[in-house]
């Protein structure tokens, strides 16, 4: 069952596409700005811009820095909070189930590769399994992703409370880091997803080889045959 080693190159590359994927979609779950509000006239954010992720808010400022930080105060964003808006609790949540599914995705695509280097024929079970584990991933991601940049397109506030001394709304709002990064890796475990699901087992060379033998004994009965009616 050898043959099988040379026929999943391309699911072998799905694999480190996979993994890159993988790893920007925890990248991105980590990083505070998925949304960027320009704020002016504050006397407490000094640098006029402030950062919304899905765990914290954040700003700068030299007079009420947070602790373990320089210049910076930031407000944890809890998901049974009153103000924590939709498109946030939903990506606290889907987020972190897309980071487990696709762990496993992963784990499934070095089983499948595994069987493949050792012959196994029910290989493109274990793939297909991997690449629908990788697109579910990615559904998960693309889920809060989409959301909140919509928010951000429609310009969404968010109607922090006062500890946060964040203001009613932002003049203006646009895309942070962690909403590209997020949609980078979602888009490569949705790549990921369907080459795993492509993969077909080749025709075995082995059979074209057991008629070989037979052909040439068949023709060379006949010619010994045919030499001794002469």
């Known amino acids: 069952m050898t043959y099988l080693a040379h026929t999943a190159h391309a699911q072998l590359a799905a694999f480190g596409v996979s993994c890159v994927g993988w790893t920007l979609t925890a990248v991105a779950l980590g990083l505070i700005p998925w949304r960027v509000w320009l704020i002016s006239d504050s006397e407490v ?40 808006p939709p498109e946030i609790g939903a990506g606290q949540i889907l987020m972190v189930l897309s980071l487990v599914v696709g762990m496993f995705g992963n784990a499934g695509g070095v089983y499948a590769l595994r069987n493949v280097n050792l012959g196994v024929e029910r290989v493109r079970l274990s793939f297909l399994a991997t690449g629908g584990l990788c697109l579910l991933a990615a559904a998960m991601s693309l889920i809060p992703l989409l959301w909140n940049l919509s928010s951000v397109v429609t310009n969404q506030t968010i109607a922090f409370p006062p500890d946060f001394k964040m203001p009613q709304a932002p003049n203006s709002q646009h895309v942070g880091s962690g909403i590209g990064v997020g949609l980078v890796g979602s888009i490569l475990m949705v790549i990921s997803g369907i080459i795993f699901c492509k993969y077909k087992l080749p025709l075995k060379p082995l059979q074209k080889e057991e008629v070989h033998p037979e052909g040439r004994g068949a023709k060379d009965n006949l010619a010994f045959e045919s030499l001794e009616h002469l």
């Open 45 to 84: 954010i000094s640098s006029g811009v402030a950062w919304v992720g899905l765990w914290r808010a954040c700003f700068n400022t030299h007079t009420m820095v947070t602790p373990g930080f320089r210049v910076m105060h930031c407000e944890y964003i809890g998901l049974s909070e009153a103000f924590t």
